[in-house]
């Protein structure tokens, strides 16, 4: 029952959020919120009922029987992608309650997207017609921390002029061992610049513009996400995940073609 009247209250909140002009407000690009594709609509509310589920402790953990395996071995319709985070507490199928071919996830440290992440997106909204994508970050992400943390360390460098040193700040020394990390770090750092001329909380900030911004990615990288979804095929929305509630906090979902013009290309 509790968990009934949960997945009602949560239920009511997106309905209301997603019918109302609710607006990102971590980001420095406000963009009006839209209502859902009815695909999208339905595979969010599965979403946000399978995280109500999970985070009270009463999972159906549904689809994961022979007969789901076999049947989805004969072909895969997932309803959401979702790209996360590669930490070890994040795995969408379980926070969501969901099963074998419910979910096309891509996994990276620090969610963010690069050329590879934004195809696979496209081959499941093209050839998979998965309606929504979830950018899925998390409370205490330890990529996101490692950037503020080469940030802070840049501030204490005696002469440091302009904030855009320490978007090279992990450049340095890219011949070393961490130059791949330094790279994920570099790719993060804008994200905690902005966060810096806040005055919230620097890491949870970062971690919310972070989400922003791997959204921002795909899409202004993407003229086939971007055709569907101006042909309302096709929807984004940012959330994080906490990880001691077991809760993912939701963005509203964008006009995207609103975002396209806003990107320029
Ligand atoms: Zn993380």
């Given at each position: 029952?509790?968990?009934?009247?949960?997945v009602?209250?949560?239920?009511?909140?997106?309905?209301?959020?997603?019918?109302?002009?609710?607006?990102?407000?971590?980001?420095?690009?406000?963009v009006?919120?839209k209502?859902?594709?009815?695909y999208?609509?339905?595979?969010?509310?599965?979403?946000?009922?399978?995280?109500a589920?999970?985070?009270?402790g009463?999972?159906?953990?549904?689809?994961q029987?022979v007969?789901?395996?076999?049947?989805?071995?004969?072909?895969?319709a997932?309803?959401?992608?979702?790209?996360?985070?590669?930490?070890?507490r994040?795995?969408?199928?379980?926070?969501?309650?969901?099963?074998?071919g419910?979910?096309?996830?891509?996994?990276?440290?620090?969610n963010?997207?690069?050329?590879?992440?934004?195809?696979?997106?496209?081959y499941?909204?093209?050839?998979?017609h998965?309606?929504?994508?979830?950018?899925?970050?998390?409370?205490?992400?330890?990529?996101?921390?490692?950037?503020?943390?080469?940030?802070?360390?840049?501030?204490?460098?005696?002469?440091?002029?302009?904030?855009?040193?320490?978007?090279?700040?992990?450049?340095s020394?890219?011949?070393d061992e961490?130059?791949?990390?330094?790279?994920?770090?570099?790719?993060?750092?804008?994200?905690?610049?902005?966060?810096?001329?806040?005055?919230?909380?620097?890491l949870?900030?970062?971690?919310?513009?972070?989400?922003?911004?791997?959204i921002?990615?795909?899409?202004?990288?993407?003229?086939?996400?971007?055709?569907?979804?101006?042909?309302?095929?096709f929807?984004?929305?940012?959330?994080?995940?906490?990880?001691?509630?077991?809760?993912?906090t939701f963005?509203?979902?964008?006009?995207?073609?609103?975002?396209?013009r806003?990107?320029?290309?």
């Amino acid at each position: 029952m509790i968990a009934s009247l949960t997945v009602a209250l949560q239920l009511t909140l997106l309905n209301a959020q997603i019918s109302t002009k609710t607006t990102f407000q971590s980001s420095n690009t406000t963009v009006a919120a839209k209502k859902l594709n009815p695909y999208a609509e339905n595979a969010f509310r599965s979403i946000v009922e399978g995280n109500a589920r999970f985070s009270e402790g009463l999972k159906n953990n549904p689809h994961q029987t022979v007969e789901t395996r076999l049947d989805v071995a004969k072909g895969q319709a997932p309803h959401t992608i979702v790209v996360t985070c590669a930490d070890s507490r994040l795995c969408p199928e379980i926070l969501f309650d969901q099963g074998l071919g419910d979910l096309f996830v891509i996994r990276v440290a620090g969610n963010v997207v690069d050329q590879f992440t934004i195809a696979s997106i496209e081959y499941a909204a093209e050839h998979l017609h998965s309606p929504l994508v979830i950018i899925l970050g998390h409370e205490r992400c330890g990529a996101v921390k490692a950037a503020v943390e080469t940030y802070e360390a840049h501030l204490k460098t005696p002469g440091h002029q302009t904030s855009a040193h320490a978007e090279s700040h992990g450049q340095s020394n890219t011949k070393d061992e961490h130059a791949n990390i330094n790279a994920l770090i570099n790719e993060i750092m804008p994200s905690v610049m902005e966060a810096a001329r806040k005055t919230t909380p620097l890491l949870p900030t970062a971690i919310d513009i972070n989400v922003e911004n791997s959204i921002n990615n795909t899409m202004g990288h993407s003229p086939l996400l971007r055709r569907l979804a101006e042909e309302d095929k096709f929807d984004v929305i940012g959330g994080v995940y906490d990880l001691d509630t077991g809760r993912v906090t939701f963005s509203a979902p964008k006009d995207i073609r609103t975002f396209v013009r806003m990107i320029g290309n």
